[in-house]
């Protein structure tokens, strides 16, 4: 019976959401604010990526809250684990950790550890003048230091890992701080929250655009940071759990 | 008034710095959040004093004027609410901690009620429909972590709070789908620009869908009939404190954001019948779900739905009078509903153990009587006018008839079931008399005992305070 509900409810909905898109006015969509963005994001801002302005400038307080969810998120499974963790294991029943992963592995790692962070940090970087920024670059750094783990489960002891997550929590929690003090001093030296200050420079080179460029750089150490703290905190469990 | 962006920022900086504080010093990051609540108080409080009666304000972001970038509106309401989310905080904040065995778990405690302020300052403030989305988003994940992390949580309670995570999340999804619906039928996200445009290209099919979507997804957190069963497995899970904070603040905060768009954006007839069904609805489901309750929780639950079904109700008047009732309603069940969860965690749970509660003592029965006299709308009390206001003005619209029958229906049926509950506190039962007293935190029935003489207050001043709701709302726009 609640089998046939759901189906008669799924159903029921995207008959919905396809007569209402039917009606939307796809390819002439009103372009209120967006034409706006357009035509005045370069001189705004001085970037070549659009998308860094609004995600920036225009609706920076929006990004700041995006930030804070993910924190959010990623605190909130660390308080679900961590008493999980608890109640059901001491730290001293762990005995061996998952075997040894072969040669080529290793050394494709050693490999592509460096390109990964490399890429990561271009990304970043070049936010302001081509398609990525802090949010995608900050996943691929995280996914670096995540194939790390993957590679070499056996070679990180729990002392390695207590260590890292300490490191990680201190740059999570300073490049958020930075992102929040970067808007904090354009309220206090009279401007609004968020306001971008500094000259935008040449438009194009990798040093314009004000303060944006500065904002990504830490939007992507915390989003790098909170991921890879996510995947250890959760390595951690399984790992543990093996050995039970 | 540029600083009251810090409502929003100061809770944000303090949850990011807590855990890495908190591997200095963990003295040093349990005192960041009361400071910073203190400190948003010592700004808010004076704001609020100073703004004229009408005098409104906005504050950009980024530098950009809206429509293009976001911006928070201020008037006396939303600084009100502003003021009344800083003290919620301050009441349920988790002073007393001995539930946990590490301070791992407690720092990130404080980080999420932290963000859970940001989240709520955020939503009374902002007038940007994705910017609302944006908190929403961070108030809905912010309780998952308060609610999934409680000590009681185990088997059917931890598919309880995995209930509500679904719903809850499932609700976001439609929100962000009837958000993205009106931005691409009008182009903007602005409330203010949207109400300007509403006529010509929110008055249609697609138009009422996105509301309809709005409704359902905000409805989770505002406890709205048909998306509510969340609520009583939810809060006979969680603590006392954090249950008043949900059931008192948090739903409130939820039915604002409803508001702001009903009353900016879709004044339509056919909307404003909808809202009076889901409304008179969750008023008769609730109040006929909680006469079946033997569970002091349970029952504080479906009342809860109900009142706020009553707030819906109100909702549907058209315009400034519309608002007015709500308002006053949310001040009053705010108030009312706090306080009961507050007293509960000095009562057992079960009805029958209830029986010579007051003998053993007295003054919690004469607190928990005022309180539900007020909350069933028995005269002088503030409810009473509440409730005659909405009665008298639900006669002017459309099925307004229907709905003043069913609403005083339920008025009966919840007289019913709480004098029940009272004469059974009242009677003479040797049996029970240890149990049904329970030594809960004290700092719970302090603050039962404040939001009570707040109510007496408001007794004797219902002239003056029903006038500046009133204005207030008249202000709003």
Known sequence: ?244 | MKMLSLLVVLPLIGAFLIPAIARISVSIAKFIGPLILLYLLSITMPAFMELQSGQSSAIHFAGFLPPYGIAFYIDELSLLFANIILIAFLMVWPWNKNNFSDNHSEIREYSLYLLLLAASSGLVLSSDLFNLYVFYELLAVASYGLIAKQPKIEGIASAASFRYLLLSASGSVLLLLGIALIYSLTGTLNIAHLSSVANESLNTFAGVAAFLLILIGIGVKAEMFPVNSWVPEVYGVISRPLSALFAGLISKIAVLFIAKVLLMVYQQDSILTMILFIGVLGVLTGELIAYRARDMVRMLSFSSIAQLGLVFTALAIPGKTGLYIAVAFMLHHLVVKSALFFLSEKMHSNHEHLKGLYHQSPFIVILFIFLILSLLGIPPFPGFWIKLNLVLNLSTITYGNVAIAIVLLATVIEAAYLFTLVKKMLANDESNKQIAYQTGYQSSYLFAVLLAIILLVSTFNISSLSKSIENMANNTN
């Open chain 1, 1 to 244: 019976m609640s089998k046939f509900s759901t189906l008669i409810f799924i159903s029921g909905l995207s008959f919905l959401l396809i007569v209402i898109t039917a009606q939307l006015p796809i390819a002439h969509p009103p372009m209120l604010i967006g034409q706006y963005i357009i035509d005045h994001a370069v001189q705004d801002t001085g970037v070549t990526n659009i998308v860094t302005s609004v995600v920036l400038a225009y609706r920076g307080l929006d990004t700041l809250g995006e930030l804070a969810i993910l924190f959010t998120a990623a605190s909130g499974v660390g308080l679900l684990l961590s008493n999980k963790l608890n109640t059901k294991l001491q730290p001293s029943t762990k005995t061996v950790r998952l075997s040894n992963s072969n040669f080529i592995i290793e050394h494709a790692l050693n490999l592509l550890f460096p390109l990964l962070l490399v890429v990561g940090f271009y990304v970043i970087f070049h936010g302001h003048l081509t398609p990525g920024g802090g949010f995608q670059g900050g996943v691929i750094i995280a996914s670096a230091f995540f194939l790390n783990i993957l590679a070499k489960p056996y070679k990180s002891s729990d002392s390695e890992i207590e260590s890292t997550h300490n490191n990680l929590t201190i740059i999570e929690s300073l490049s958020g701080v930075t992102f929040i003090a970067i808007g904090l001093y354009a309220l206090i030296s009279g401007h609004d929250f968020l306001e971008p200050f500094l000259s935008h420079g040449q438009l194009g080179s990798l040093w314009s655009a004000g303060t944006l460029p500065f904002l990504y750089i830490a939007v992507g150490l915390k989003v790098g940071a909170e991921l890879s703290s996510l995947l250890i905190t959760l390595y951690d469990i399984d790992s543990e759990e093996l050995t039970d």
